[in-house]
């Protein structure tokens, strides 16, 4: 063997659980619609939520501090699949679509070989188009309209291929209505009794969007709406996470296929005055409690087990590390960064985390679309910018002693609020086109021979 190889050989075995394998792993990646890190018990939540989530964790790599690229669906979905920032993929608003020369998640596994059927409800939907699927087992129709059952029979129809399969799990979005015994698990008792309290719970229980000022939530309410949210995740826990986990292991390709979880965006339950998310309550936010998300791999076969990572990430960093992962070329396009070193172990700079939301998000009106809120987030502070017509400020956080982002103290910190902002608006003027859209212009600009 030359030197080379058993150079090869020795960092696969001292930094990934085994050799390297002579089959590249299966891909599944599974996002959940709203779900918060911080009411996880992997990530140190208070309250068991999670036990069937924690086994993938604890086999895993689990990212402490992950970032969306947007407080709504489709921005931060479309971001994890193409590794790039809402405003240069462009679908940030509802009826647009990515440009189909964009690299996918999906086109580059398929390139590579992997079956990329399409199990995805939200197929239909503009937003979701031009992702590189393929046609799917014939069942697929069928079991589309049974819920988790799309994934559950993909796995076993595709089991003796190298797949990618994406799903993304919808049951945690508004309404908050968890069925028995998980309405009751973490609620006050006799919450719903209570005449004042009935006609908003009735609200939380039923609506899928909640519009700012159309109910005059108390801070008293947080209590149960979090207890029902909660409930909402230990349901999903036990119905989703509980059955995946055991249908790979019977399969037999636990082992064998990188599982990665993650988030499209967050979810506010009281913590800045009300309950959702651009989309459902038309109101533009970027706070924690909507853009941080859970991250975690696992792949018994290549990755080592119980490694957690403090670094911040970011979802435009999904793709690009799945790919370092398979050992296969990062487009040029893709914006996110390799967490492959962080990953091993090693120390890494930690980058800016960079977000942008409009008021509305999918519900956002022609008028809406005007604003947009902006985020540059680093360990210590995070800048917000929320400009539009009638509207040009800049606010200013310290993470470290007020997490839960209640003051805003630019006047404060002049000097950090300049940095910032030239960092913010560097990004802005960076992330307005894709980068081929670029080139192409750049050779259409000749001159006429």
Request: with cysteine; glycine share 6%.
């Given at each position: 063997?030359?030197?080379?190889?058993?150079?090869?050989?020795?960092?696969?075995?001292?930094?990934?659980?085994?050799?390297?394998?002579?089959?590249?792993?299966?891909?599944?990646?599974?996002?959940?619609?709203?779900?918060?890190?911080?009411?996880?018990?992997?990530?140190?939540?208070?309250?068991?939520?999670?036990?069937?989530?924690?086994?993938?964790?604890?086999?895993?790599?689990?990212?402490?501090?992950?970032?969306?690229?947007s407080s709504w669906t489709s921005p931060g979905l479309i971001?994890?699949?193409?590794?790039?920032?809402?405003?240069?993929?462009?679908?940030?608003?509802?009826?647009?679509?990515?440009?189909?020369?964009?690299?996918?998640?999906?086109?580059?596994?398929?390139?590579?070989?992997?079956?990329?059927?399409?199990?995805?409800?939200?197929?239909?939907?503009?937003?979701?188009?031009?992702?590189?699927?393929?046609?799917?087992?014939?069942?697929?129709?069928?079991?589309?309209?049974?819920?988790?059952?799309?994934?559950?029979?993909?796995?076993?129809?595709?089991?003796?291929?190298?797949?990618?399969?994406?799903?993304?799990?919808?049951?945690?979005?508004?309404?908050?209505?968890?069925?028995?015994?998980?309405?009751?698990?973490?609620?006050?008792?006799?919450?719903?009794?209570?005449?004042?309290?009935?006609?908003?719970?009735?609200?939380?229980?039923?609506?899928?969007?909640?519009?700012?000022?159309?109910?005059?939530?108390?801070?008293?309410?947080?209590?149960?709406?979090?207890?029902?949210?909660?409930?909402?995740?230990?349901?999903?826990?036990?119905?989703?996470f509980g059955p995946l986990y055991a249908h790979l292991k019977?399969?037999?390709?636990?082992?064998?296929?990188?599982?990665?979880?993650?988030?499209?965006?967050?979810?506010?339950?009281?913590?800045?005055?009300?309950?959702?998310?651009?989309?459902?309550?038309?109101?533009?936010?970027?706070?924690?409690?909507?853009?941080?998300?859970?991250?975690?791999?696992?792949?018994?076969?290549?990755?080592?087990?119980?490694?957690?990572?403090?670094?911040?990430?970011?979802?435009?960093?999904?793709?690009?590390?799945?790919?370092?992962?398979?050992?296969?070329?990062?487009?040029?396009?893709?914006?996110?960064?390799?967490?492959?070193?962080?990953?091993?172990?090693?120390?890494?700079?930690?980058?800016?985390?960079?977000?942008?939301?409009?008021?509305?998000?999918?519900?956002?009106?022609?008028?809406?679309?005007?604003?947009?809120?902006?985020?540059?987030?680093?360990?210590?502070?995070?800048?917000?910018?929320?400009?539009?017509?009638?509207?040009?400020?800049?606010?200013?956080?310290?993470?470290?002693?007020?997490?839960?982002?209640?003051?805003?103290?630019?006047?404060?910190h002049p000097e950090t609020v300049n940095a910032m902002r030239?960092?913010?608006?560097?990004?802005?003027?960076?992330?307005?086109?894709?980068?081929?859209?670029?080139?192409?212009?750049?050779?259409?600009?000749?001159?006429?021979?």
């Open positions: 063997m030359s030197p080379g190889r058993i150079a090869a050989f020795v960092l696969c075995i001292t930094y990934f659980a085994t050799p390297c394998l002579a089959k590249r792993p299966n891909v599944l990646l599974i996002t959940v619609d709203c779900l918060r890190p911080d009411h996880l018990s992997a990530f140190g939540y208070r309250r068991e939520t999670s036990p069937a989530l924690d086994r993938f964790a604890q086999d895993g790599v689990l990212f402490q501090n992950a970032v969306s690229s971001s994890v699949l193409t590794g790039l920032w809402a405003p240069t993929h462009g679908v940030d608003g509802r009826g647009k679509r990515l440009n189909p020369e964009t690299p996918t998640m999906a086109t580059l596994l398929k390139s590579a070989g992997y079956a990329v059927p399409d199990i995805l409800f939200l197929s239909s939907i503009p937003n979701f188009q031009n992702l590189g699927l393929s046609r799917s087992y014939p069942e697929r129709e069928e079991y589309l309209q049974k819920g988790d059952e799309v994934l559950f029979r993909a796995l076993e129809f595709y089991r003796d291929s190298t797949f990618f399969l994406f799903y993304h799990y919808r049951n945690l979005h508004l309404p908050f209505n968890p069925t028995p015994p998980f309405d009751r698990m973490f609620t006050p008792e006799g919450y719903d009794k209570k005449d004042f309290a009935r006609s908003r719970v009735d609200v939380i229980r039923t609506q899928v969007t909640i519009p700012v000022g159309s109910v005059n939530f108390s801070q008293r309410d947080r209590e149960w709406i979090v207890g029902l949210y909660d409930g909402q995740i230990r349901e999903m826990d036990e119905t989703f019977r399969l037999g390709i636990y082992d064998s296929t990188l599982v990665i979880v993650t988030a499209d965006h967050g979810e506010e339950l009281m913590d800045h005055g009300f309950v959702g998310h651009p989309s459902t309550s038309f109101k533009g936010s970027a706070f924690d409690e909507v853009l941080r998300i859970p991250l975690v791999m696992t792949c018994p076969s290549l990755l080592r087990s119980g490694r957690r990572v403090q670094t911040q990430v970011q979802n435009v960093d999904i793709l690009p590390t799945v790919l370092d992962l398979l050992d296969l070329s990062i487009p040029g396009t893709v914006q996110g960064r390799s967490l492959l070193a962080l990953v091993r172990g090693e120390e890494t700079p930690e980058g800016f985390a960079f977000t942008e939301t409009t008021p509305g998000g999918y519900q956002a009106t022609p008028e809406m679309m005007k604003t947009r809120i902006r985020a540059l987030r680093s360990s210590r502070w995070k800048l917000i910018h929320t400009h539009g017509p009638e509207e040009n400020r800049y606010d200013l956080y310290d993470l470290e002693r007020d997490p839960g982002e209640k003051q805003d103290v630019s006047a404060a030239e960092r913010l608006h560097e990004w802005v003027l960076s992330s307005e086109q894709l980068p081929f859209e670029r080139e192409a212009l750049s050779a259409s600009a000749k001159p006429d021979a």
